[in-house]
C-alpha cells in the first residue's frame, strides 16, 4: 500500500539465523537482522503539487487574469529576445490561455506601434488592461478589451517610460511611477482625458536615503493604494513614502513615512497586500543587474508593514530560501504563496535559482516550504492566482539565443488546501456590487467564511492590483448567507474580484467573478403622487443617495409649463401653468 506523507517508518531486514537466505553484496548471509527508520515527504496535502507544462510560443514576461477566466501572457517585439529580435521594436507577440480547454493561442499586437516589454500594467474598473510605457523608452499606452479581443492605443504620456509601475487608484484612474530614462516623476491618466503630470510627485524620494542614491531604483516602485485613498511606496528601496495625488491643488505631495525596518534595498522583492492594509514584503538584492551581481546575495528578509493608522513595520521570520525576482500570491485563505527567484542579482541566468517555493502564514507568521519547481523561474518570470484557486507560475529570460534561461512556459500549481476532501461551491452570485452592498450568495452547505481577491496583472515582480479582502458574511446554516461587499473604493478599488467561498478545512471553492464599481445606480425615494393646482407655487426636493457616496446630478423630462429641476439639489420648483406628466432622470 502507499505510504502517507510525513511520517516516520521503521523498516526491519531479518537476517541470521532468523532468514539465512537474505545475503549481503558479497553473498554471505546477513550474521544479524538490520533496522532502519525513515520519514516520508509531505504528500499533496501538505506540499501541494505541480501539473503538466503549459507550452507558450513566446515567453511569459508580462500576464494578466482575465473576468471570462482566461490568462493573457505577453512578452516584447521578438518571441525569444528583447534586444535582438526580428524587424522593428512597433508590436508585442501574445498568447490567450483558456485553462478550461487548454488551449493556447498566438496574437502578434501590432496595430498600436508599442513593444509591451516592462511596462506599467493595471487592471481598469472595466476589467480592460491598461499598460504603458515599455521598450526601449516610450511614451506609448495600449489597453486591451478582454470583450473582443481587441487592443487600442490611447493618450501619450508626457515622459518615456521603461520599467515603471502603475497602480490603479480608488478613483478608477491610474498613477503611473519611476522608469527609465527621463525624470520618472509621476502622471495621472483619467479615461478619455489622457495623461496629467503631477510636478509634486517625483521618484527621487524613493530613490536616495541619507545622501546615497540605489542604483536603478528608479525602477519597479512598489504602490498601493491605501485605506486613507493615498498611495503607498513599499520599496523597493528601504524608505517608504506616503504619495497623494490630490494634494497640492492636484499637483500631488509626499509624505515620509518611515524606514523599512532594517531592511535593505531590496530590488525585484516580492510585496502582496495580503490583507486590508497589510503589506508583506520579502526578499530582493541590492545589486540587481550591476557589476557583482552574481556574487551579490539575495536576501531572506520579510517583513509585515501595516498602514491603516500610523505606519509600522514588523521584522518576521526570514524566508527559508534567498530570492529576487520571486512572484508573490495572495491566496483565498490568507496565506501567501511565493515561488521561484535567484540567490544572487544576476539576470538572464538560472544558475542559483531558489527551486523550493515557500508559503507564508499570517496567523503564525512563518514560512512552510512547498513542492519543488519543476522549471527554474527567475528573471521575467511570472505568477498568478486562477480562478479555480491555482496558481499560474511561468516565464523567464527572453535573453535570445545566448540565453541557456528562455522558458516560454508555465505549469498550474495546486496548493495544499485542494487536496484536504471536496470543495464547496458557490451556487448562485451577482455579477456585480456596489460598495457596502449587501448581497445575497448561495452555496453548499458546507461553505463558513468568504473572501474577495482582486483580478491583477503582473511583470518584473511588481503586481499592484492583486489584494485580499476579507467578506463579512452572515448564514442560515444551509448554504444561504448575506454578505456585505467592501465599504469603499479606498479599500477595494473598483474593477473586477474572485469570490471565493471556503470551508472548515479552508478549502476554496472556484471562484464568482464579479465587478466592483463605483457606476452603481443612485437609490432614490419615491416622491408620491403630487396633486397641485394650476398656479401654485412648487417646491418638491427629489431625494436619492448614491450607495458609494457619489456626488449625484439631476434632470428631469417631461416637467410641467413651469417647473425646472436644480441639477445640483434635485428640487423641482417653479410655477405650475399647466397640468403634464412628470419623469425624473437622475445619475
Known amino acids: 500500500s502507499s505510504l502517507a506523507g510525513s511520517t516516520s517508518y521503521s523498516v526491519s531486514l531479518k537476517g541470521g539465523s532468523t532468514d539465512p537466505r537474505v545475503k549481503d553484496v558479497a553473498g554471505n548471509a546477513l550474521a544479524a537482522s538490520v533496522t532502519w527508520t525513515f520519514t516520508t515527504s509531505a504528500g499533496s496535502s501538505g506540499i501541494g503539487e505541480w501539473g503538466p507544462k503549459i507550452n507558450f510560443s513566446t515567453v511569459p514576461v508580462a500576464a494578466a487574469v482575465l473576468p471570462n477566466g482566461k490568462l ?188 523599512r525596518s532594517d531592511d535593505i534595498y531590496a530590488q525585484n522583492n516580492v510585496a502582496v497586500m495580503f490583507d486590508v492594509g497589510k503589506i508583506l514584503t520579502a526578499g530582493g538584492n541590492p545589486n540587481y543587474d550591476l557589476a557583482n551581481a552574481e556574487n551579490t546575495p539575495s536576501s531572506t528578509n520579510a517583513y509585515i508593514v501595516d498602514i491603516n493608522s500610523t505606519v509600522s513595520t514588523e521584522k518576521i521570520q526570514s524566508m527559508h530560501y534567498p530570492r529576487a525576482y520571486a512572484n508573490g500570491v495572495v491566496l483565498p485563505d490568507g496565506k501567501v504563496f511565493v515561488a521561484g527567484g535567484l540567490d544572487n542579482g544576476d539576470n538572464f541566468t538560472d544558475v542559483g535559482a531558489t527551486m523550493v517555493p515557500e508559503l507564508f502564514d499570517p496567523v503564525t507568521k512563518t514560512w512552510t516550504e512547498m513542492a519543488t519547481l519543476p522549471t527554474p523561474r527567475t528573471y521575467h518570470s511570472v505568477a498568478l492566482l486562477m480562478p479555480d ?90 448554504g444561504n448567507f448575506s454578505l456585505v461587499a467592501p465599504a469603499n473604493a479606498n479599500i477595494a478599488p473598483p474593477g473586477y474580484y474572485m469570490l471565493f467561498a471556503l470551508n472548515a478545512n479552508g478549502v476554496p471553492s472556484v471562484a464568482k467573478i464579479l465587478q466592483i464599481t463605483g457606476k452603481t445606480a443612485p437609490v432614490i425615494t419615491n416622491p408620491g403622487s403630487q396633486t397641485n393646482p394650476i398656479g401654485a407655487q412648487i417646491n418638491l426636493p427629489i431625494i436619492a443617495t448614491s450607495p458609494i457616496t457619489e456626488t449625484l446630478s439631476y434632470s428631469a423630462t417631461g416637467l410641467p409649463t413651469g417647473l425646472s429641476i436644480n441639477s445640483n439639489t434635485g428640487v423641482i420648483n417653479g410655477t405650475l401653468t399647466a397640468m403634464f406628466g412628470l419623469l425624473i432622470l437622475y445619475k
Open 72 to 259: 493573457l501572457i505577453w512578452s516584447s517585439w521578438d518571441r525569444y529576445d528583447f534586444i535582438s529580435g526580428t524587424g522593428n521594436r512597433d508590436k508585442t507577440y501574445t498568447n490567450l490561455y483558456d485553462p478550461n480547454t487548454g488551449q493556447v493561442t498566438e496574437f502578434l499586437v501590432s496595430q498600436t506601434a508599442h513593444d509591451m516589454f516592462c511596462p506599467g500594467t493595471s487592471m481598469l474598473e472595466d476589467g480592460r488592461i491598461h499598460v504603458s510605457g515599455g521598450g526601449p523608452q516610450v511614451t506609448t499606452t495600449s489597453i486591451y478589451n478582454y470583450s473582443n479581443n481587441q487592443w487600442q492605443r490611447d493618450a501619450d504620456m508626457s515622459r518615456r517610460r521603461w520599467y515603471n509601475a502603475s497602480t490603479t487608484l480608488s478613483s478608477g484612474q491610474v498613477f503611473t511611477l519611476g522608469g527609465i530614462p527621463e525624470d520618472g516623476i509621476g502622471e495621472l491618466w483619467t479615461e478619455n482625458s489622457g495623461w496629467r503630470v503631477l510636478s509634486g510627485l517625483p521618484i527621487t524620494p524613493l530613490t536616495e536615503e541619507n545622501g546615497t542614491h540605489f542604483d536603478l531604483s528608479e525602477q519597479h516602485p512598489k504602490l498601493f493604494t491605501a485605506p486613507n485613498g493615498k498611495l503607498f511606496a513599499v520599496g523597493p528601496s528601504p524608505r517608504m513614502d506616503w504619495y497623494d495625488t490630490s494634494a497640492n491643488n492636484g499637483n500631488g505631495s509626499i509624505v515620509f513615512a518611515g524606514r
Open 389 to 478: 484557486a491555482s496558481v499560474f507560475v511561468g516565464g523567464g529570460g527572453l535573453g535570445g539565443t545566448n540565453c541557456n534561461c528562455n522558458h516560454p512556459d508555465g505549469e498550474i500549481y495546486k496548493p495544499p488546501y485542494l487536496f484536504k476532501g471536496a470543495r464547496p461551491s458557490i451556487l448562485n452570485a451577482p455579477t456585480s456590487l456596489g460598495y457596502n452592498n449587501v448581497f445575497t450568495v448561495n452555496t453548499t452547505p458546507d461553505v463558513t467564511r468568504f473572501s474577495l481577491i482582486r483580478l491583477s496583472s503582473v511583470t518584473h515582480t511588481v503586481n499592484t492590483d492583486q489584494r485580499f479582502l476579507p467578506v463579512q458574511a452572515t448564514g442560515n446554516g444551509s
